[in-house]
């Protein structure tokens, strides 16, 4: 299993000018974002029809930006790694951006946003980069004042990461501390690939009415996404069935040709097997 | 960043309100107009703030187009909507700072304010981080 981004070094190190070039050029990451992005706005629950303000928490690149800005909703982004805002400049994105770390708590005054979304950010919350980080204090900073910049009623989706469940449990509990409502949500909690933990919290009381957000993927006949890869790989290994030994062996010869490798030329005997020797 | 987000943004180590605004570089950028959205955002407006940072643009015309005091919403027409709209939200700080009550100084540096207290360690920043490394360093001096 490869090792977490948050096990390699702090966010600051990880995403400087290289891993940001480096996670910005890589299409499926945002493919992954926009799609997590797009589930993020969908928890929020916002009315129809009406521009809101949101806070985009590890806006990064400003991928998860575009997405409600689509919308028609107006955000700011906060990240901790100047470099990701940089080239979210580059990518001329709409909303607002602050260099933050969300760790020291959302510095907006109270009752300022109609939303809040997070991909993939706040379980480096949980880490200690530096020795005088406390995960349990960072992470109480993060919700208290998140839950103040919000207004009233208004929900904040947060897609995480969890490493373990302990990790869960600690941001479900700090998150419950500081007065949301609300709880976890796992979308196909029966895949291992497709499976997404997002925070899905409303800023004070749960209301009455209100519909709780369902998980997706959790009937036993709803289809789980599935990548291009997999059936890629079976259709190749189809194909190379359906052919002949012979096709086999001129379409290898033909490859290492390609790649400029000494190979004989082909003839009538290529791919023959050899007459039984004593 | 906008006027919009400056109103909003407090110092996020004592959380006063507001961040003194010192703008030497300015911008405009065309955003679309919502009169709903304007509409939306008056009354989480700190008017006396915006008033006084707009005045850090140059554009004196707009600047007089703006109501004095917190406008009602009935009495708003659409030329001071217009008006409201490209302050609040087209107006754009490239470089500047803001100045917390306590002395405490946040950089605004193309377009981004650095909001982070603690700075960022200039040894392990290596050369991409050693600018925004500066700046927070400068911040927390006189922030003591």
Redo the contacts between chains.
């Keep these: 299993m490869s090792p977490r981004p948050e096990h390699k070094a702090p966010a600051?190190?990880l995403y400087?000018?290289?891993g940001a070039a480096k996670y910005a050029a890589s299409t499926r990451i945002n493919a992954v974002q926009k799609t997590l992005a797009e589930r993020c706005l969908q928890l929020l629950a916002l009315p129809e029809a009406?521009?809101?303000?949101l806070l985009d928490i590890g806006t990064g690149t400003g991928l998860s930006g575009d997405v409600l800005t689509a919308a028609?909703h107006?955000w700011?982004g906060t990240d901790?790694s100047?470099?990701m805002?940089?080239t979210a400049?580059e990518n001329d994105v709409?909303g607002?951006?602050?260099?933050?770390?969300a760790g020291?708590?959302v510095?907006?005054?109270m009752?300022?946003f109609d939303g809040a979304v997070s991909v993939s950010a706040i379980q480096w919350l949980c880490n200690a980069d530096?020795s005088?980080h406390n995960p349990h204090k960072r992470l109480n900073a993060f919700f208290s004042t998140l839950y103040a910049a919000l207004t009233r009623g208004a929900r904040a989706a947060l897609q995480f990461y969890p490493e373990n469940v302990a990790q869960i449990e600690l941001l479900v509990a700090s998150a419950m501390r500081a007065g949301f409502s609300g709880g976890l949500l796992v979308d196909y909690p029966n895949s291992t690939k497709a499976k997404k933990y997002y925070l899905c919290l409303t800023a004070g009381p749960p209301q009455k009415g209100a519909v709780q957000p369902k998980p997706l993927g959790v009937d036993s006949n709803a289809s789980v996404p599935v990548g291009n890869r997999t059936t890629q790989t079976t259709s190749r290994r189809n194909a190379s069935q359906q052919l002949s030994r012979k096709d086999q062996v001129i379409s290898k010869k033909d490859r290492r040709r390609r790649q400029g490798h000494l190979v004989r030329p082909d003839s009538k005997y290529t791919g023959r097997k050899r007459r039984v020797q004593f | 960043?906008?006027l919009?987000?400056h109103n909003?943004?407090?110092?996020?180590r004592t959380?006063a309100?507001p961040l003194q605004l010192v703008a030497s570089t300015c911008d405009d950028v065309q955003?679309p107009f919502?009169e709903?959205?304007i509409r939306?955002?008056l009354p989480?407006i700190q008017w006396e703030v915006f008033r006084e940072a707009a005045a850090q643009f140059p554009d004196e015309d707009m600047l007089a187009k703006l109501p004095e005091s917190t406008p009602q919403p009935d009495t708003l027409d659409e030329p001071t909507l217009k008006a409201i709209h490209r302050a609040l939200?087209e107006w754009h700080v490239v470089d500047g700072t803001l100045k917390a009550e306590n002395g405490s100084e946040y950089a605004v540096k193309?377009?981004?304010?650095?909001?982070?207290?603690?700075e960022?360690?200039k040894e392990?920043?290596?050369a991409?981080?050693a600018?925004?490394g500066d700046a927070a360093m400068d911040v927390d001096d006189k922030g003591q």
């Design positions: 600051t190190e400087s000018t290289k009406q521009p809101s303000l028609g107006h700011v901790i100047q470099p805002l940089d400049l709409d607002d951006l602050v260099l933050a770390d020291e708590g510095a907006f005054r009752a300022t530096r005088d | 960043m906008r919009l987000t909003m943004l407090h110092c996020p959380k309100y955003v919502s709903a959205f939306r955002m989480r939200l193309n377009g981004i304010p650095n909001l982070v207290i603690t960022v360690r392990s920043g290596g991409d981080d600018n925004s």
